[in-house]
């Protein structure tokens, strides 16, 4: 199986936690959007927000047993709106461990991997004011 039903699975699982989405509509009273998407080619604004976008921009491959192996590395784009300074960092850092969770809790997402491992991470620190974005690497393995 090639890798791109794994990326729709992570948009699903995404687009319909539980937890996610309480935790969305309980701070920022809008409903989520997903996308994957080419992160330096998408324009966002206020009104987009929160949004979440998904990309892959690399995989290694190996070979084991006569079978190619991959790790990929997906990222994950994610940001709102929150014009009140002093509740952006502890919501950014919730969000995140909101994402991590919905993606732990997929069985579907489980169902088409061999393993998952979050990587990478790094937020704004508040660079951009209102708007608040958090990038997440997640390692995927897969073997074909």
């Not at 997402?109 to 937020?123: E, H, K, Q, R």
Request: net charge negative.
């Amino acid at each position: 199986m090639g890798f791109g039903p794994i990326l729709q699975q992570i948009k699903t699982a995404l687009e319909t936690d539980a937890g996610l989405l309480s935790f969305v509509a309980a701070k920022w009273k809008k409903q989520l959007t997903v996308k994957i998407t080419w992160r330096n080619r998408e324009s966002i604004a206020a009104s987009d927000l929160p949004l979440i976008m998904i990309t892959r921009p690399s995989v290694d491959r190996g070979r084991n047993y006569g079978k190619v192996t991959g790790k990929h590395r997906v990222r994950i784009y994610a940001g709102f709106y929150q014009p009140q300074k002093d509740l952006r960092q502890l919501e950014l850092l919730e969000f995140e461990e909101q994402i991590l969770a919905a993606l732990e809790n997929s069985t579907g997402l489980a169902a088409l991997i061999d393993g998952m491992s979050p990587a990478d991470g790094a937020n704004d620190e508040g660079a951009l004011g209102d708007l608040c974005f958090t990038v997440q690497e997640i390692e995927i393995d897969t073997r074909g």
